[in-house]
């Protein structure tokens, strides 16, 4: 088992903290707490026997954003009357959202740095992602339900009986729409896991077959999956992702082929489409997806303060007040219901939440970083290499976008798994 561990580790990453950082990642999705724990291990191995991390630019601008929290904590705890109803120490809470994250960023490097290591983490996530589809197929499929726990609710599955909501899987994770983030971060990855087996097998390689249908019952179990949560979401990073892990080479006959097959959902869920062409589309089309799609089964049952639009321009006056440093971590919760009456968490934009909580300086820096590195990432030729670093990139770039419409990230798994991503392309860019 620990030789099966060891293989692949990078020359620079100790062998204590790359079998503790290959184990957190499999045991992730499961528990962060588990993982938590083994990752306490790269994290303070990683941070030894290196150049100073001030040495790459990178860093410098995370702790430079770090700085800027900071103050804007500070601030608010000497103005905290402005603003009766929000608790000062949810400031200073949500800081552990972001700042151990920076550090992370620069400790797990070691880990992640060469293609080999990169895939064998890689395949630890695709297997970990197993418990979420077990459990997600067993709540809507089997009567599954719990809460499952363990140590006292230090381990908690949720598993709400019939889905949360009600219909849609959301399996050991306790809302649906985090299990898509999930799902749709590791799909990228079953797939280069899925082109890897198919090429063994077709090189009659040993062993190669069995393989190819353990990972085909896995890419089964997961579009099943995906297309359960009722995500629109991960039904788009499940598409889209297709061609960006095949590569270039593939998409002159991929794309028309995805065109062609996805035509008959645009025109049954377009508006404006001709009865004449629509009624067929729709005929073909499960009312279950055109409906979703375009709002139709929803359409009249939300509130005006419900909707994304109303919560971005709502937010986007409150930055106008305090554009520098914020509101203060979780404090649109606070606000909103004041402004409008309804409760909601967050702004469902990871860009106007951070501009939000922390003032537009940390928005810029922390979104124009992440793009950054995924402009790098496509400049330097990562989408034209081997099927694992395609993945890679196709699965810290899917759940980026997804950040555009919700904040998956506000789980911490989803949290751990994106920072691990992009420690990965800061490996590859350098």
């Known amino acids: 088992m620990l030789a099966r561990l ?30 938590g724990l083994l990752l ?21 601008l995370w702790m430079l954003t770090a700085a800027l929290m900071v103050v804007g904590a500070v601030a608010l705890t000497f103005r905290s009357q402005e603003v009766p109803d929000y608790p000062v120490s949810l400031a200073w809470f949500g800081l552990f959202n972001w700042l151990p994250f920076f550090w992370a960023f620069w400790a797990f490097q070691p880990y992640l740095a060469d293609g080999a290591a990169r895939r064998r983490v890689a395949l630890a996530l695709v297997a970990g992602t197993v418990p979420v589809l077990a459990t997600g197929l067993g709540q809507l499929l089997l009567g599954w339900h719990g809460p499952w726990q363990i140590l006292g609710g230090a381990v908690i599955w949720h598993l709400k009986e019939g889905g949360n909501p009600t219909g849609r899987l959301s399996g ?14 590791s799909w990228p990855l079953l797939l280069a896991a899925l082109i890897s087996c198919w090429r063994r097998w077709r090189d009659r390689l040993a062993g190669s077959g069995w393989r190819l249908l353990v990972v085909l019952l896995l890419v089964v179990a997961q579009v099943a999956s995906m297309v359960l949560t009722d995500s629109r979401n991960a039904w788009g990073v499940m598409v889209t992702a297709v061609p960006l892990v095949a590569g270039p080479a593939s998409w002159i006959w991929m794309l028309p082929l995805l065109a062609l097959a996805l035509l008959p959902v645009a025109l049954a869920t377009l508006p404006g489409v001709p009865a004449l062409l629509q009624d067929p589309a729709r005929a073909v089309v499960p009312q279950s997806i055109w409906g979703r799609l375009n709002d139709f089964n929803h359409h009249g049952h939300r509130k005006l303060a419900s909707l994304r639009i109303t919560q971005w321009s709502v937010a986007a006056s409150l930055i106008a007040e305090r554009p520098w440093l914020g509101w203060g971590a979780a404090a649109f919760s606070v606000i909103y219901p004041l402004r409008t009456g309804r409760w909601h968490g967050h702004t469902h934009n990871i860009s106007i939440d951070l501009a ?6 940390v928005g810029v820096l922390v979104v124009g970083l992440v793009l950054w590195l995924h402009i790098r990432g496509v400049r330097q030729g990562m989408l034209q290499g081997p099927v694992f670093d395609r993945a890679w990139w196709t699965a810290a770039f899917m759940l980026a976008v997804l950040h555009a419409t ?18 990965g392309l800061r490996c590859w860019s350098r």
Not at 40 to 47: D, M, R, T
Not at 173 to 183: H, R
């Open 6 to 35: 060891d293989a692949g580790r990078p020359p620079q990453a100790d062998a204590l903290g790359w079998r503790c950082f290959q184990l957190a990642v499999f045991v992730l999705p499961a528990s962060a707490l588990f993982a």
């Open 40 to 60: 306490l291990v790269p994290l303070i191995q990683g941070s030894r026997r290196r150049a100073p991390w001030w040495h790459d630019r990178v860093n410098v």
């Open 172 to 185: 050991l994770f306790d809302y649906a729409n985090i299990t898509a983030a999930w799902l749709a971060l």
């Open 356 to 361: 939000f909580s922390y003032g537009l300086p």
């Open 406 to 423: 919700d904040i998956p990230t506000y789980d911490s798994r989803v949290n751990i798994a994106g920072w691990i991503l992009l420690a």
